[in-house]
């Protein structure tokens, strides 16, 4: 993916590396927020709400999907705070729009390193389709 044009390189804010990404158009749903950050990106306390899907290749070179909003009856939509996730994903959140979708690519380091987490090995390098759907800010009405 780092020797791919059609990725850009996001350095890390915890130094640790950089994820890659590109504009995406795989996940379909979307909302509305009543307020946003002033410069319309979240911080790392903010919540926002998203969609996702998330995934690695393992040894075979096999798709395996870990985790995904998508397919559920209900459209079920991840809420979280920011600083609540993994590096590579407050990296990539504080640097997307509402509305704005990517495909990112992130290196063990700012995910689950060399321990791994439930299903995922160590040393894993994760995948995701993410859509910013909403961005709740931490202190509403801050810049009413």
Known sequence: VAANPDYEKLNSATEN???YW????????????????KEGYPYLTDSVHVRYKGWYYNKDGDEVVFDTTEG????YVYKTRVNKVIPGWADML???KEGEE?????????????????SIPGYTTLRFYIKL?????DNPGEFD
């Not at 990517?102 to 439930?118: F, H, K, M, Q, R």
């Not at 759907?133 to 800010?137: A, G, Q, R």
């Open 22 to 37: 590109k504009p995406s158009d795989v996940i379909t749903n979307s909302m509305k927020s009543e307020k946003i950050t």
């Open 17 to 19: 590396g950089a994820v």
């Open 102 to 118: 990517v495909e990112v690519c992130i290196p063990y380091e700012l995910a689950y390193g060399t321990y791994g987490s439930g």
């Open 72 to 75: 559920t009856s209900n459209g």
């Open 94 to 96: 504080t640097n997307m």
């Open 133 to 137: 759907l909403k961005i709740i800010p």
